[in-house]
């Protein structure tokens, strides 16, 4: 116990012990009610905020407390590894705070992807157990199922999980129709219906997102 304490004492293991005790109290207060299980969400993905963030690395149909909560879990199991095997073996001196910077952001890069598919597994839960969390559905592609009506309503179901039904409220520039599919992509709660659009106007508008992000850096 003394050698578990120590590596998630040392550093970089440290910065995943802080933020796992923080994601503890956090589900602690989600449990007794005090803190909301949507803390991240907007009601768009419009922005660069924490919830629209996630979506974009494919974390769609989970709260953002969700998503983070398991990826931080991974990455912190997976930096307690390198530790255990590999940097507490050596004296990097100085050294070790650059090197920790690295590990630290190898590791939720590396656990990113099976984190974003253990949330994905976890989509039709939440879409049974959590039915009034709608905004955490943003970014999820829907299928279109009627021809909106003259007021632009209509319904659609999840592609990932056809038992799980939306209403669309769409706009006369950018009008749903039956068999399309479109993500969602903003939460009317005062309709409680979503703004959507097409699927390949979504994607086209991610990717031109990712290179103006990279050209920046």
Same mark, same amino acid.
Do not use: N
């Given at each position: ?28 207060? *989600? ?23 996630? *979506? ?46 690295? *590990? ?12 974003? @598919? ?74 409680? @219906? ?24």
């Amino acid at each position: 116990m003394e050698g578990v304490r120590q590596i998630a004492l040392s550093f970089p293991t440290v910065v995943f012990s802080a933020l796992l005790i923080l994601v503890a109290v956090y589900w602690l207060l *989600v449990l007794l009610r005090l803190a909301p299980l949507e803390l991240f969400e907007h009601d768009s993905l419009k922005g660069d905020h924490l919830a629209s963030t996630l *979506v974009a690395l494919g974390f769609a149909g989970v709260p953002a407390s969700v998503a983070l909560s398991v990826l931080l879990a991974l990455a912190g199991a997976l930096t307690f590894a390198v530790e255990l095997l590999v940097l507490r073996s050596f004296d990097w001196g100085l050294f070790r705070i650059p090197l920790g910077l690295v *590990v630290l952001w190898a590791t939720l890069a590396l656990m990113s992807p099976p984190a974003a @598919a253990l949330c994905h597994a976890l989509h039709r839960w939440f879409h049974r157990h959590a039915a009034g969390h709608r905004r955490s559905l943003l970014g999820e592609c829907v299928a279109v199922q009627a021809e909106p009506d003259a007021q632009g309503w209509t319904t659609a179901t999840l592609v990932d999980d056809p038992e799980c039904s939306v209403r669309l409220h769409g706009k006369p520039e950018s009008m749903p129709h039956a068999g399309e599919r479109r993500v969602l992509v903003k939460y009317v709660a005062d309709e409680d @219906a979503f703004r959507s659009v097409a699927e390949h106007d979504y994607l086209d508008a991610r990717t031109r997102l990712s290179r103006l992000h990279l050209k920046r850096r």
